[in-house]
């Protein structure tokens, strides 16, 4: 391989060769490197693939289509509450019986009585 490929080509091809299982030598072989270098490759790699998933991660989460309940007047607890339930829209929560809320894990009384008040001012 020449020396004029990107290095983030480098880095995904060292990295895919190593997913595959081929050793640090055959991969600098391949790439015209050191197999230290390969290894350096190998890791970066990994650590841009992981990077990506989290901002890819981030980007689905954190995205506020118009009808997210993170578009909703909720408290941080609340939201912190609804995440691992994977309640991601407005039609998601309104569809949730109250004591289905109150199932939630640290999800009370309080939480509830500000879940109902700002889906009933969305009703108005």
């Not at 391989?1 to 480098?10: G, H, I, V």
């Not at 995904?12 to 490759?41: C, N, P, W």
């Not at 689905?60 to 289509?65: A, G």
């Not at 509830?112 to 001012?121: C, G, H």
């Amino acid at each position: 391989m020449s020396n004029s490929t990107p290095w983030t080509e480098r880095w995904g091809q060292a990295y895919r060769l190593r997913q595959e299982g081929k050793t640090f030598k055959a991969i600098g072989e391949i790439l015209g490197v050191s197999a230290s270098r390969a290894s350096q490759l190998a890791l970066r790699g990994d650590q841009e693939t992981k990077r990506k998933a989290y901002y890819d991660y981030r980007t689905l989460f954190f995205s506020e289509s118009p009808d997210s309940i993170r578009t909703l007047d909720l408290s941080i607890r609340v939201l912190n509450c609804l995440r691992p339930e994977n309640i991601q829209t407005i039609k998601e929560l309104s569809a949730i019986t109250d004591n289905e809320l109150l199932r939630i894990p640290n999800l009370g009384k309080k939480s509830l009585r500000e879940i109902k008040d700002v889906l009933a001012k969305l009703e108005k």
